[in-house]
């Protein structure tokens, strides 16, 4: 069993980075969407602001005639709209295609792309890339009928490494078979997590009566909840290890998978998912998680 450690370290933010990514249209998968805009709000209360963060959907799911909440988009565990606020959305529609992904992290835009569409990164960057959506061996789905592959994401960070486009990247890959992706992965001051292995499938988590579909993926969901609720200097505690202990099988429905050439345990999580610039604090919200297995959330 290979196993994931995901672990965060205070450091300056001042150069730091975000890309989320949601892979996948249609109202079918809402979840996947609800997934992105976690992590997005995740990393806003923790100080990133939208200048720093590239958030690509493929749909406006919020606003899909089927969603019986207008404007609004929900986890189905807790009665925060993940689209509340100024959400802003870079890529969208027919702009997210593989080919983008490729040019946002190699920087080979075509001319006359907006800055808000560029990652402005260098030598000393800290880039936090999350992905998720629909995916098999060796292959991420982008709009349910292009494939961006494991071979074309090495081919990028290769680049980025040899143009100097970052000092150390965390990817976090939510999706079928997601370790498959890393497969040709091996630059210096990369560390890849994935959801599953690669002979393993990702689940859907919880469901939502009025909208008739799932709300989130496992993985996702208690990654993120897992920051509800703490402040950054609690963040500053967790380490890759202490995540994984936390996120287990029984709870993922499948295995985490760590590839860097670094140790999991210096790894810092806050490094990434954190910027000093003005954290905001976490909304008091109490709700009962709606989970077969006890969870303890407490860092010891």
């Known amino acids: 069993m290979i196993y994931l450690f995901l672990v965060l370290g205070l450091v300056s933010a001042d150069d730091n980075w975000a890309i989320i990514l949601n892979s996948s249209k249609f109202w079918f998968n809402y979840r ?37 909440y207008p404007a609004q988009i929900y986890n189905g565990n807790s009665p925060e709209n993940l689209y509340g606020g100024n959400v802003q959305v870079d890529y969208k529609y027919k702009d997210l295609t593989p080919e983008a992904i490729t040019n946002l992290l190699t920087g080979r835009h075509p001319p006359g792309t907006p800055l808000s569409k560029q990652l402005r990164t260098g030598p000393n960057s800290k880039v936090f ?3 998720n959506g629909h ?14 592959r494991n071979i074309d994401l090495a081919a990028a960070i290769k680049e980025m490494h040899l143009k100097g486009r970052y000092g150390e990247m965390l990817i976090v890959l939510d999706t079928c078979q997601a370790f498959s992706m890393f ?3 091996d630059m ?19 469901s939502d009566f009025e909208l008739g579909l799932s709300t989130s993926d496992h993985f996702s969901f ?3 909840e897992f920051f509800r609720g703490k402040s950054l200097k609690a963040v500053e505690q967790l380490n890759l290890a202490t995540v994984i202990d936390k996120l287990p099988r029984r709870l993922i429905k499948a295995d985490i998978g760590y590839k860097s050439q670094s140790p999991s345990a210096s790894v810092k999580l806050v490094d990434y998912m954190s910027s000093k610039r003005q954290p905001k604090a976490f909304p008091s919200i109490n709700y009962k998680i709606a989970s077969v297995e006890p969870f303890n959330w407490e860092i010891k």
């Not at 493929?58 to 019986?68: A, L, Q, W, Y």
């Not at 997590?193 to 499938?201: D, E, T, Y």
């Open 32 to 68: 996947h969407t609800v997934n992105a805009l976690m992590m997005y709000q995740t990393l806003k209360r923790y100080g990133f602001s939208d200048e720093r963060i590239i958030l690509m959907l493929p749909e406006n799911i919020p606003c899909h005639p089927r969603n019986n």
């Open 129 to 131: 890339f999350y992905m």
């Open 135 to 148: 995916g098999g061996d060796s292959f991420l789905k982008i709009q349910d009928t292009l494939v961006f």
């Open 183 to 185: 497969n040709y992965i």
């Open 188 to 206: 210096p001051n990369v560390h890849a997590v994935a959801s599953s292995l690669s002979h393993q499938m990702a689940k859907s988590f919880g």
């Open 222 to 224: 208690y990654f993120h």
